[in-house]
């Protein structure tokens, strides 16, 4: 477990911060429903904290994140294939079996496939899909544990390019069958935020700290996607007692070094959920190449906690039924 940090912020970056808050382009305290704007991971032209997120780069210069970032521009600049005009037929049902095995197969730990809404979107988006494959990466524990040093933001990086690998040869072998697919994953933000379709996929619940809780990767995770329009069958989500253990877990707010995790949920464009205060989250974030303490620290993702824990809880809902 590392030791609170206590953090003051570089001058020189918070000389570059915006006059309109991260907070409020997140739409925090907003009572009526609106879809997500852009807030960062954009082109920097685009977006308002554009000036921090080019900051961000030139603080981060590491060798180690270089090499990842050099391996996912590579992988970025690799074409997926036309859609073939032979379409293999299958079931919903074959289909859906068949495109969770081969994700596994191509690399990822978790597949999930749920509706694509158009209100999860990003303003201003509109995508001819209705489907959405959600793929979960696990990232490595014992690499995480170094959080906030370099190498954990260099880990990662990785993980991210390995998600953009499993999405876009998923998407590619897809295409191959005659479906069309169309690969969506991060880094950067693509045509809608991945978390709230991982939740109705099915691959975990919201937690304090702003990630989904997995029940076998607990928060230590990323996300990355496949869209279509196949008629699949759909996941539910999967609720096993995250989201009431972190009313009273106070770890990830306690070592918060910018003390950004909210401690009650607050209303979000109309939703109410955990939320993460971006101002104070931003700058430490920026200064670490991704800071990753609250996920490491959360008991879900620790392997000698979490079987002990999702045992409990389970135990725990069985009783309520």
């Known amino acids: 477990m590392p030791k609170k940090i206590h953090y003051n912020p570089n001058l ?10 991260g907070n409020k382009i997140n739409g925090l305290d907003e009572l009526v429903f609106r879809r997500p704007d852009y807030v960062y991971w954009r082109d920097p032209k685009e977006i308002v ?10 603080q981060n210069t590491d060798p180690k994140l270089q090499d990842g970032r050099n391996e996912r521009i590579i992988e970025e ?27 596994i197969e191509l ?4 597949v999930g496939i749920t509706t694509l809404e158009m209100d999860r979107t990003y303003q201003g988006v509109s995508i001819p899909y209705d489907t959405i ?45 005659g479906h069309d697919a169309q690969p969506e994953h991060g880094p950067f933000a693509g045509n809608l935020p991945l978390i709230p379709a991982a939740i109705a996929a099915g691959l975990g619940e ?17 996300l990355a996607a496949v869209m279509t329009n ?3 069958k759909h996941d539910v989500p999967n609720t096993f007692g995250a989201d009431d253990f972190c009313i009273n877990c106070q770890i990830c707010s306690k070592f918060c070094p ?28 920026n200064e670490t190449a991704g800071c990753g303490i609250c996920i490491t620290v959360c008991p879900f993702s620790r392997p000698e906690v979490r079987p002990n824990l999702i045992a409990k809880l389970s135990r725990n809902t069985r009783r309520l039924d």
């Open 12 to 21: 020189d970056q918070m000389k570059l911060w915006p006059k309109t808050s």
């Open 49 to 58: 904290y554009g000036a921090l997120q080019e900051w961000f780069y030139k």
């Open 77 to 103: 600049a690799i074409n997926i294939p036309e859609i073939s005009d032979t379409v293999t037929l299958k079931s919903n049902e074959e289909w859906s079996q068949a495109i969770k095995l081969k994700a």
């Open 107 to 110: 690399g990822a730990d978790a």
């Open 133 to 177: 494959i959600v793929l979960g990466l696990a990232m490595d524990y014992d690499e995480m544990l170094a959080a906030p040093d370099i190498s954990a933001g260099a880990h990662v990086v990785k993980e991210y390019t390995r998600g953009m690998k499993v999405s876009k040869r998923l998407a590619s072998w897809l295409r191959l069958n």
């Open 206 to 222: 919201l937690g304090k700290h702003g990630s989904v809780i997995n029940e076998k990767m607990g928060s230590c995770f990323r």
């Open 230 to 232: 196949m008629k699949l």
């Open 258 to 285: 910018p003390d950004a995790i909210i401690h009650e949920k607050k209303t979000v464009r109309g939703e109410e959920k955990w939320y993460v205060d971006f101002d104070k989250c931003l700058p430490f974030f």
